[in-house]
């Protein structure tokens, strides 16, 4: 009875673990990806500036971005989890209007570094779902160019340095595509942005 029984649970265990060892015996444990998203944290902090000055009537206008652009590395220790690395980043432009004449023009850049752990849910031979965690420091410079009242360019320029904690929290992934190549989207908070696409290569 004993025999029997051990016999059925070494059967059940060879089932149960077939999938983990599959993945981890095919050698995929790097993985690279570069995504780009939307409403980064950065973006919200531009915003949050721009309300004092509009206090006073100044208005914002002709805004450009590009970003945020993420870069992202991870060694998967097991199935489950992988832990690495995510580097940002993102650039806007606007000028600045009182009275319908324009008295500045502001560049903002943002660099970021994080390093993250990625919690792979569900792995299957085609698709994913996952969660990821970053914490990190950006580095963000600020360049502004003032102008006169007549709208004419006076060379004032201000330039601000500063280092700033900063995060991602990716509350839910879906990845498709082969075991090596996929495309994904993201949904969440932080400095990649509320929502963000890409494509993984995994090796």
């Given at each position: 009875?004993?025999?029997?029984?051990?016999?059925?649970?070494?059967?059940?265990?060879?089932?149960?673990?077939?999938?983990?060892?599959?993945?981890?015996?095919?050698?995929?444990?790097?993985?690279?990806?570069?995504?780009?998203?939307?409403?980064?944290?950065?973006?919200?902090?531009?915003?949050?500036?721009?309300?004092?000055?509009?206090?006073?009537?100044?208005?914002?206008?002709?805004?450009?971005?590009?970003?945020?652009?993420?870069?992202?590395?991870?060694?998967?220790?097991?199935?489950?989890?992988?832990?690495?690395?995510?580097?940002?980043?993102?650039?806007?432009?606007?000028?600045?209007?009182?009275?319908?004449?324009?008295?500045?023009?502001?560049?903002?850049?943002?660099?970021?570094?994080?390093?993250?752990?990625?919690?792979?849910?569900?792995?299957?031979?085609?698709?994913?779902?996952?969660?990821?965690?970053?914490?990190?420091?950006?580095?963000?410079k600020?360049?502004?160019?003032?102008?006169?009242?007549?709208?004419?360019?006076?060379?004032?320029?201000?330039?601000?340095?500063?280092?700033?904690?900063?995060?991602?929290?990716?509350?839910?992934?879906?990845?498709?595509?082969?075991?090596?190549?996929?495309?994904?989207?993201?949904f969440?908070?932080?400095?990649?942005?509320?929502?963000?696409?890409?494509?993984?290569?995994k090796?």
């Open positions: 009875m004993k025999i029997k029984f051990l016999l059925a649970a070494l059967v059940i265990s060879t089932f149960v673990c077939m999938p983990a060892q599959a993945e981890d015996e095919d050698g995929n444990r790097h993985e690279i990806a570069v995504s780009y998203g939307v409403k980064p944290n950065s973006a919200w902090f531009d915003v949050l500036t721009d309300i004092i000055p509009a206090l006073f009537g100044e208005t914002h206008e002709n805004y450009k971005c590009v970003g945020p652009i993420g870069l992202e590395y991870y060694y998967h220790t097991s199935p489950l989890i992988g832990v690495g690395a995510v580097a940002v980043f993102s650039t806007n432009q606007e000028d600045g209007f009182y009275e319908k004449i324009q008295n500045s023009h502001i560049n903002r850049t943002y660099f970021t570094f994080m390093p993250s752990v990625k919690f792979n849910w569900l792995r299957k031979d085609h698709w994913g779902l996952y969660s990821k965690v970053a914490a990190g420091v950006t580095y963000a600020f360049n502004e160019k003032y102008y006169d009242e007549l709208g004419k360019n006076i060379d004032d320029k201000a330039t601000a340095n500063d280092i700033v904690f900063n995060f991602q929290a990716t509350a839910i992934g879906i990845e498709a595509g082969s075991r090596q190549v996929r495309a994904f989207t993201e969440g908070i932080g400095e990649q942005g509320i929502a963000l696409a890409g494509v993984r290569y090796f």
